[in-house]
């Protein structure tokens, strides 16, 4: 390595630790001596580091508390990361569900009180539900997937997402807040959501929350098709088969929070084990 990669490699290493300082420190802001103090740094290198850093936008300071805090666009880059880890950790999944039901199988994450589409995947009937596409958003709780976000958090986060995606939620007809506080009502006692046509009239559809083990919500499933083949028997094979997958990628999720990322073992069972 030359003497200048060998700067920037020692760089990105100082930068790193300046960011997880501010991140194990979180609260109102972290001082300067305080991020030197942690990092092990010099107070002129860590000020060095600090304002490029707010120059991208990945750390803020307050003029008035002299306060450092993690920047807006940190968070953004840091979102990206976990859709797109998201999305790899499902997309076997998404197939696997396609395959078998033959219809339309969304993913779903939540983005503040909007939920936005990652994925989607086709099945093999020709007659598909595609009114929801990837990078689509909507309010909460307004489609299957969506529903099943919201659902399943706590009533008093539930209350203020109600509250606060009132406006949005009031260019859909069905969506007002009694209608919705009966469909969360509903999927609560069902253990899944159940879309009967309240978006577009001829599709229906059902989803599933996709839980950590310790019940947070982390994304969630959902299958859409057309009213015909969402009679209550075949609905129920497709909760089945929802919830079958949602349980599978909960764990694969529970395994990379833990670890950072999926065991080799969940990397070879995911390549394996679902083939059947």
Known sequence: MTKQQVVSVQTIGRTSKVLRALADDAGNGTRLARVAEMTGLGKTTVLRLLK??????????????????????????????????IIHLA????????????????????????????????????????????????????GAGSLALLAFENDAEISLIIAANKAERSAFERFGDDDLRAMIKAARRQGHTW??????????????????????VAAALSVAAIQERMQPERRQMIVDLLRQEAAHLGGLLDEARRTGSPSKTDRSKEATEWRN
Request: aromatic share 8%; charged share 25%; hydrophobic share 40%.
């Open 91 to 142: 997309r076997a999944g998404l197939d696997r569900l396609a395959a078998k039901t033959g219809d339309t199988v969304f993913l779903s994450v939540r983005e503040g009180n909007m939920a936005r589409c990652l994925d989607r995947t086709t099945g093999s009937y020709p007659i598909r539900s595609l009114t929801l596409s990837v990078g689509d958003q909507r309010p909460l709780g307004v």
């Open 52 to 85: 490029a850093l707010i120059e991208v936008g990945y750390v803020e300071f307050d003029d008035r508390t002299k306060l450092y805090s993690l920047g807006y666009d940190l968070f953004l880059l840091g979102q990206s990361a976990r859709r797109l880890h």
């Open 195 to 216: 879309n009967d046509g309240r978006i577009v009239s001829a599709m229906n559809a059902v989803g599933v929350p996709v839980l950590y083990a310790d019940g947070q």
